[in-house]
């Protein structure tokens, strides 16, 4: 009766001991399920931020793409200095062709994005998205146009454009007339400064 007894025992803690052991292998799988999981998705989380960013580069330089071509498209492109500032930029494109047509359109930033309108704000041709500032500086001869992205990236675009050939016989006719417009003043300022010595000496002294 003994023996049977100590059979009973035996064979009871071996099953309870093989349920622990369950229960741990249970324990151990789901944490190592939960692990991998885990990894896999910083992994896939350090694999997007990449894709993001080229994602990102691809579109600007895209839209770079985009408005170089349009700003070759015409026989010339004038840009409009004294009608820009860091906000925008206005330049005129003259069709290719004698009797080529002239646009004048403006580049600059409207909530997120950088895009292209007429000189009256019409019309709308989007060019880079998710712009969160941007900057813009131009000369005769180039414009410089600073996009800032969610990132806080600064990315510097510069574009070369051709200007009309007939800029320099303007710009000469404009140096003639201001310099002439000089030497009318000083030539005035002379006659006056004549006239008031000539009216000092004619008046005669007490007597």
């Known amino acids: ?5 100590l059979i009973m025992q035996c064979t009871k803690r071996r099953a309870a ?4 052991e369950v229960v741990l292998s249970l324990a151990v799988t789901i944490l190592c399920v939960l692990t991998i999981s885990q990894l896999f998705g910083c992994f896939k989380l350090l694999q997007a931020e990449p894709e993001k960013n080229m994602s990102q580069d691809s579109e600007i330089f895209y839209g770079y793409v985009q408005l170089d071509r349009f700003l070759q498209k015409g026989e010339w492109c004038r840009v409009e200095t004294d009608r820009s500032d860091s906000y925008r930029i206005l330049f005129t494109i003259k069709d290719k062709g004698k009797h080529g047509q002239k646009k004048t359109y403006t580049l600059s930033r409207y909530h997120q994005m950088l895009r292209l309108t007429n000189q009256f704000g019409q019309g709308h ?3 880079i998205m998710n712009v969160s500032n941007a900057k813009f500086k131009c000369s005769r001869t180039s414009m410089l146009v600073s996009v800032k992205e969610r990132n806080d990236k600064w990315t510097d675009l510069y ?12 710009r000469k006719e404009k140096d003639k007339k201001e310099e002439k417009e000089k030497n009318d003043v000083k030539k005035n300022k002379s006659q006056r400064l004549v006239k008031q010595r ?10």
């Open 198 to 207: 000539d009216g000092t000496s004619n008046v005669s002294g007490p007597r």
């Open 125 to 127: 041709m989007p060019l």
């Open 17 to 20: 001991f093989s349920l622990v």
């Open 159 to 170: 574009f070369k454009v051709t200007p009309p050939p007939d800029d320099d016989e303007e």
């Open 1 to 5: 009766m003994q023996k049977r007894v």
